[in-house]
């Protein structure tokens, strides 16, 4: 046609159609990656917590895409590189029985996240994969945890020190793993094999109550 585009308009044009360079169009999106390898896909990130004497506190966790467990690593003021790869080695100690072994971990680009924290996870033969700089979608099964943590639990509660705040943590992700209800999982919890009784066969009288976090949090059941 004897036009003469710049390559910023020839990629304004395919963005606004939402098409990705050529070498990405026959591969795996990342949604579709994560639901393809979810099994096998380990995300981690960190809570930060205001205390009310003015300390910030660092909770690192890790959690399955597959299944959702999440798997606390415990809470300091100081999150200082050899630390949070010692919580690395707890966690690659508790997931040795697996059977289905972990084969990516997800993280961001923190600075508290450091060579021989990565070193862990390739010793047990996974790949650590790094999210796009200010990204955090790309991590979204580990935020997603975050904001429901806060929601239903931590923006309902003031923390006083590192113990206090462990034990908060604790307790609710313990009601998260053995309890809550996922939408993705059919309505079952993580660690929870079948999904809830059908509503006709739930009558008032047969239920029961047991309350977590001085009540903050009700978990029901049906009484046997």
Not at 32 to 42: I, P, Y
Not at 61 to 88: D, H, K, M
Not at 211 to 221: I, N, S
């Amino acid at each position: 046609m004897g036009a003469k585009l710049a390559p910023s308009s020839v990629w304004a044009v395919l963005r606004s159609h939402d098409i990705e360079p050529a070498p990405r169009r026959s591969g795996l999106t990342w949604a579709e990656f994560l639901r393809a390898q979810a099994t096998t896909v380990l995300a981690c990130d960190f809570f930060t917590v205001g205390t009310v004497l003015l300390q910030r506190l660092y909770a690192p966790f890790f959690i399955e895409v597959g299944t959702r467990t999440v798997y606390l690593s415990g809470v300091t003021a100081n999150p200082v590189g050899e630390w949070v790869a010692q919580q690395a080695r707890n966690l690659s100690a508790r997931l040795s029985g697996r059977s289905q072994a972990v084969k990516y971990l997800v993280r961001d680009r923190g600075t508290k996240f450091t060579a021989s924290f990565e070193e862990v996870f390739r010793s047990d033969g996974a790949k650590v994969i790094k999210t796009p700089v200010r990204s955090p979608r790309a991590n979204a099964f580990a935020e997603r945890f975050v904001g429901t943590a806060r929601r239903e639990c931590l923006d309902r509660l003031l923390i006083f020190s590192s113990r206090h705040l462990e034990q908060v943590l604790t307790a609710y992700v313990g009601h998260y793993n053995e309890h809550r209800p996922h939408r993705s999982l059919g309505q079952r919890s993580p660690q929870q094999e079948t999904g809830p009784a059908p509503v006709s066969l739930v009558y008032p009288g047969r239920l029961r109550r047991r309350d977590r976090l001085g009540g903050l949090v009700h978990e029901y059941e049906l009484a046997v």
